[in-house]
T-cell receptor, first 112, second 114 residues
Framework: DQQVKQNSPSLSVQEGRISILNCDYT??????FLWYKKYPAEGPTFLIS?????DKNEDGRFTVFLNKSAKHLSLHIVPSQPGDSAVYFC???????????FGQGTRLTINP | KAGVTQTPRYLIKTRGQQVTLSCSPI?????VSWYQQTPGQGLQFLFE???????NKGNFPGRFSGRQFSNSRSEMNVSTLELGDSALYLC?????????????FGAGTRLSVL
């Protein structure tokens, strides 16, 4: 049962343009979401999070949007830079626990 | 502040052997979680320890076990290794283990079972 889904395995974007990564979830009990970035041979690095009481959270070039009615969140990166090339995971903790449920990841490639 | 440290970074074992992986959390963090990453199954939760007690467990067989010491350092053990246990094992630490704490990950231990 895939409770968190990232339906695009890969995404290619021109440097300087906007990258939009999408994530859907099925468990309506999720009330907090996180995005992680992962480079090869490294562990995931926390990027940005959002609580379900908000519909947007911004941190520099990164903005996460949450649409609770659609059970959908997206990560916007503006402007995209070559160093943003990595695999991006969205994740949600089960209620009251530290168990993170991850999506399958989206490989983002920024082309110069 | 030092990050999450996992040792060793790489391991090669043969079927039937057992293995122990180590994780040192960020100083002051009391919760340690373990995850397995494989190409087919993605990132899956193994278990979480807080104050030397296992609080949460994922859907893995009993061959996977762990423990946490009084200094919050954690070890994970896999007995009777199978080929399918080949994976990247990631450890993450967080402050006090409540659901909205950010988990910070180590670089992982790459286990290959031959």
């Amino acid at each position: 049962d895939q409770q968190v889904k990232q339906n695009s395995p890969s995404l290619s974007v021109q440097e300087g343009r906007i990258s939009i990564l999408n994530c859907d979830y099925t468990n309506s009990m999720f009330d907090y979401f996180l995005w992680y970035k992962k480079y090869p041979a490294e562990g995931p690095t926390f990027l940005i999070s959002i609580s379900s009481i908000k519909d947007k959270n911004e941190d520099g070039r990164f903005t996460v949007f949450l649409n609770k009615s659609a059970k959908h969140l997206s990560l916007h990166i503006v402007p995209s830079q070559p160093g943003d090339s990595a695999v991006y995971f969205c994740a949600a903790p089960t209620r009251g626990a530290q168990k993170l449920v991850f999506g399958q990841g989206t490989r983002l490639t920024i082309n110069p | 502040k030092a990050g999450v440290t996992q040792t060793p970074r790489y391991l090669i074992k043969t079927r039937g052997q057992q293995v122990t992986l180590s994780c040192s959390p960020i100083s002051g963090h009391r919760s340690v979680s373990w995850y397995q990453q494989t190409p087919g199954q993605g990132l899956q939760f193994l278990f979480e320890y807080f104050s030397e007690t296992q609080r949460n467990k994922g859907n893995f067989p009993g061959r996977f076990s762990g423990r946490q010491f009084s200094n919050s350092r954690s070890e994970m053990n896999v007995s009777t290794l199978e080929l399918g246990d080949s994976a990247l094992y990631l450890c993450a630490s967080s402050l006090d283990g409540t659901g909205k704490n950010i988990q910070y990950f180590g670089a992982g231990t790459r286990l290959s079972v031959l």
